[in-house]
């Protein structure tokens, strides 16, 4: 068969021209543009957004308004996965922008059967049925041997924080002496915003007004009940005190001196005496600042603009009477800070009056996150209690037990004897 010289003159050139000491073989070649959009695709990016997957943020990874989340979904400057709304298809709570996975039986879903996303329903008191420490308010489903169904766990003393009460308006059988209907679903126990007051739930020490989480009790399947205690014989700032109380305040245990007035309408401890000016009071300078309770406690503009006693963004606190942008909330480790302004959706909180939104989205005793969500928040828009209000504009959230009151130095919603 004649040689054909021209092919030979062509391969030639294509062997000498080629760099093949450099060159990858065709095992490490790179992805194909198929395979490019294939993964931009499983990373939740799609091609006309992305080059190549490692354009979009992976779940947990901060993300803002110019990142693209590869789940789609950014929420409190963190992606997280997308969530079902309600009717979808789910196999557990976090499948849900409702938490709440259910049943056909509208129980919570237990792997088995048709299960769809729910609204949430309230937490359970102490005492009814349940199936997960999820659905009690106390957080404790006693289920004693390990039995499927159990009950939410008795606890002595007072209800903790979403437990039903009697009564709506100030409640002693409620730990934080709040009881109100906020959901249209009956009177339930609220919260305190800030440190943990005196027999509240608590999982850890930074928790608590008093610096110490302990044990009181133990569950009938052999679990602690662990409770906020007074460490001392005076109250540390945060904690209720007279008329709610028996006991002084820290630090000089002169009566009721250091009991004042909170924004949402209760007494509690301030950490001062006569002789300086409180947390949240006007000032002239920092010398009349008491520093007892709060070392860092300066003369400087408050919430309205107008110099008064308060602690600085980030500095430990104990209510947000304390705070210059009047919000102390809670980290992830349990402790309070004070916020440089109101919580954004998805931040960690304990009470409706440290969100920008319309409420923290909590079960029972738990810390929750903020939420703009309605639905979430029980329906009402307006101001919630312990949050600026106008005497003149949308009414508080809660009443009539709560109205806008405009002594101190910013209106505010108050729990109204």
């Known amino acids: 068969m004649p040689v054909r010289w021209e ?22 070649a790179g992805p194909t543009d198929a395979e490019l959009v294939d993964a931009t695709h499983d990373q939740g990016c799609g091609a006309a957004e992305c080059e190549d997957a490692a354009l979009c943020v992976s779940e947990g990874s901060a993300c803002g308004p110019a990142d693209e989340c590869c789940s789609g ?34 129980e919570r879903c237990v792997g088995t059967g048709l299960c769809t996303c729910a609204p949430p329903p309230p937490c359970r008191g102490t005492g009814e049925g349940c199936r997960a420490d999820e659905d ?28 039903p009460c009697a009564m ?4 002693g059988s409620c730990c934080s002496f709040l ?12 919260p305190l915003s800030g440190c943990r007051a005196s027999d509240e739930l608590c999982a850890s020490d930074a928790e608590c007004c008093s610096g110490v989480c302990e044990q009181t009790a133990t569950t009938e399947d052999g679990r602690p009940i662990r409770r906020c205690v007074i460490n001392g014989s005076c109250f540390p700032p ?40 409180a947390a949240g009071q006007a000032c002239v300078a920092d010398e009349e600042c008491c520093t007892f309770a709060f070392p860092a406690l300066r003369c400087q503009p408050g919430p309205s603009g107008g110099s008064v006693c308060c602690l600085s963004a980030d500095e430990p606190c104990a209510l947000g009477d304390a705070c210059c942008s009047g919000v102390c909330a809670p980290g992830a480790d349990g402790a309070t800070r004070c916020a440089s302004a109101c919580v954004p959706d998805g931040g960690v909180c304990r009470s409706d009056a440290e969100c920008c939104g319309c409420g923290c989205d909590r079960r029972g005793a738990s810390d929750g996150v903020c939420t703009s969500d309605p639905s979430r928040c ?40």
């Open 7 to 28: 092919w030979v003159a062509v391969l030639w050139w294509v062997v000498a021209g080629c760099d093949c000491a450099s060159s990858h073989s065709i095992e490490d």
């Open 73 to 106: 979904a950014c929420v409190g400057d963190i992606c997280t996965r997308p969530c079902g709304e309600v009717d979808a298809a789910c196999g557990a709570h976090t499948d849900c922008c409702s938490g709440h996975c259910a049943g056909s039986d509208g």
């Open 136 to 163: 009690c308010c106390n957080g404790l489903c006693d289920r004693p041997g390990g039995v499927a169904d159990g009950t939410c766990a008795r606890l002595d003393d007072c209800l903790s924080a979403g437990e």
């Open 168 to 171: 709506a308006g100030l409640n």
């Open 179 to 190: 009881c109100l209907d906020t959901d249209g679903t009956g009177p339930r126990c609220q």
């Open 238 to 277: 945060g904690a209720l005190c007279e008329p709610f109380t028996t006991g002084d305040c820290c630090p000089n245990g002169g009566g009721d001196s250091g009991c004042n007035l909170t924004r949402d309408g209760t007494r509690r401890c301030f950490g001062d005496d006569d002789a300086c000016t």
């Open 378 to 417: 029980g329906g009402c828009t307006g101001p919630s209690l312990g949050q600026p209000c106008d005497p003149g504009g949308e009414p508080c959230c809660d009443g009539p037990e709560v109205e806008c009151v405009s002594t101190g130095e910013v209106p505010t919603c108050r729990l109204v004897p």
